[in-house]
């Protein structure tokens, strides 16, 4: 009995402890779906020596990847972490950006991103977006936009418009680095509107629309003219079918009528010839009974029959003319009828077809005018701007040939403006001081004396920099100056008042 107890003790306990490690393996096998990759953790990576520094790192290695397969992770010394390969819709949005020509463009488009389907792809995505997957659609969105206004800067306006695939394939080779080093591939981008903030893409696409509309209105008017006509066209062949069907109708009723008299002479003819061999039966046996009724006979019943016959004939000859005459009376008025009405219908369709045709001409007299206006309203300009710069280019050489003619003289003047400017500029940093204390055996005039000096250097480095001696020009114009005047103003040395400069006047010779 107690050895019963045990076994069935001994049972309980294997099958809880396979129950136990069943679960404990269920738990720790894990599964990646179709649309996920699993990164295990965990293990150390392998060395590796950069050959050029030496420098020794650890490679990913370590980070085993499972895509679409399954994979048991070690309990306490493994860790394993999904990572989502799904594609992610991203819309991009950019506004403002140059274009070559200098337009501020706006663009729409959408990418199509996901991680890449690589073990290397996964690692690098993984070692960035693992804990923040929702951050791949901004970083997404920051390298596309920058990539977009670095393209759109090196192409015009037409060239994005025209050709979108090819515009759309260079930001994406622009951004395919960014991203590929960050574990996610571009599978694709759209551009799906380009507009600007002014009117550069409307009055781009305006002459074409303008082009399209005239041609419309022209294929337009055209139909109408070729619908007038064959309107006019099918009405004359109805008309000339009616002509027809009443000719055909009026020959009918001609021979009708051309039969029936027929008939009527041949009945009379008939009944003329059973009366005449009546007659002649009477007459044999007039001759029979007796000669001398002969002559009788011959007054009252032969002649009297042939009067009537001949008048039968007589009228049945008229019945039948009058009615040929009829008939073909009718049938001339029906043939003149259906010839008014076709002419009728061919001035209808002419007259219409000069006035759509008048109508046509007129119309692209106007938009003619128009597109003339527009022309000379752009020569206009164009002159405009043609006059303003030659005006600006003859003032610029005007004063190019005043330089050149005075040469030293010019120079000397300009010298002259500049300078209470220099001196100014240089006495400023002292005249911002509010408190100053001068250690110096000169005194306070050592200020002076350093503008003074600060000036000269000035002018001695312009004279380096430039070789123009403007203390060389001034003394060479003080010395004409007081050899003009001859010493007539002896009362101040240096040819000026207190020694000062003299500015040469407008009647002197600047040579």
């Known amino acids: 009995m107690d050895n019963l107890v045990a076994a069935v003790v001994v049972v309980g306990v294997l099958v ?3 129950l136990v490690a069943f679960v404990a393996f269920k738990t720790r096998y894990k599964i990646a779906s179709p649309s996920e990759a699993l990164i295990i953790v ?5 060395p590796v020596t950069n050959p050029e520094t030496g420098e020794v790192t650890t490679d990913l290695s370590g980070q085993k990847v499972v895509m679409g397969a399954g994979v048991f992770v070690k309990p306490l010394v493994q860790q394993a972490h999904r990572l989502s390969l799904a594609s992610v819709r991203i819309p991009i949005s950019i506004r403002g950006a140059v274009s070559r020509q200098g337009i501020r463009l706006n663009v729409d488009g959408v990418a199509i991103v996901k ?13 960035r977006f693992l804990q923040q997957q929702k951050e791949i659609e901004p970083f997404t969105q920051e390298v596309l936009a920058g990539s977009l206004r670095g393209v759109i800067g090196t192409l015009t306006v037409e060239e994005i418009i025209r050709d979108r695939v090819a515009f759309a394939r260079q930001v994406e080779e622009e951004a395919v680095t960014s991203l590929n080093n960050q574990g996610l591939v571009l599978d694709t981008l759209q551009i799906q509107d380009v507009s600007d903030d002014g009117n550069y893409l409307q009055d781009l696409g305006r002459p074409e629309a303008a082009n399209a509309r005239r041609a419309a209105e022209i294929a337009e008017a055209n139909n109408a003219q070729e619908a007038q006509q064959a309107k006019a066209l099918s009405d004359a062949k109805i008309a000339q079918a009616q002509r027809d069907l009443a000719l055909q ?3 009918f009723r001609a021979d009708q009528d051309k039969a029936a008299a027929e008939a009527d002479a041949a009945g009379r003819l008939a009944e003329a010839a059973a009366q005449q061999q009546v007659l002649q039966e009477q007459e044999r046996v007039a001759q029979r009974q007796a000669e001398l009724t002969e002559r009788t006979l011959d007054t009252e019943v032969r002649k009297p029959a042939d009067a009537r016959r001949y008048e039968s004939e007589q009228q049945a000859a008229a019945q039948r003319t009058a009615r040929v005459y009829a008939a073909e009376a009718e049938q001339q008025a029906a043939v003149a009828a259906a010839q008014a009405d076709a ?7 002419e007259a219409e077809a000069a006035r759509v045709r008048l109508a046509a001409e007129a119309e692209l007299q106007r938009r003619t005018a128009e597109s003339n206006a527009v022309r000379l309203e752009g020569q206009a300009q164009a002159e405009a701007l043609s006059a303003t710069g030659a005006a600006k280019a003859e003032a610029l050489q005007k004063e190019a040939q005043a330089l050149k003619e005075f040469g030293e003289a010019a120079l000397t003047q300009r010298a002259l403006e500049v300078l209470p400017q220099v001196a100014e500029a240089l006495a400023r940093p002292l005249g911002s001081i509010k408190d100053l204390t001068v250690i110096s055996n000169d005194g306070a005039g050592a200020l002076s004396r350093s503008v003074g000096s600060n000036l ?11 070789g123009v001696d403007v203390t060389g020009m001034l003394h060479t114009l003080g010395a004409r100056q007081r050899g003009t005047d001859g010493g007539t103003d ?3 040395e240096g040819g000026g008042p207190a020694g000062g400069l003299v500015v040469p ?6 040579r």
Do not use: C, I, M, W
């Not at 000269?456 to 430039?466: F, I, S």
């Open 16 to 18: 809880v402890l396979l």
């Open 42 to 46: 965990g293990k150390k990576g392998r």
């Open 115 to 127: 991680v890449g389907g690589t073990e290397d792809f996964v690692r690098a995505a993984s070692q």
């Open 249 to 251: 109708q009026a020959q």
């Open 343 to 349: 002419e009728r219908v061919r001035l209808s369709a």
């Open 456 to 466: 000269q250097e000035t002018l001695e480095v312009l004279k380096r920099t430039t």
């Open 490 to 492: 002896g009362g101040t």
């Open 505 to 510: 006047s407008g009647n002197a010779d600047p």
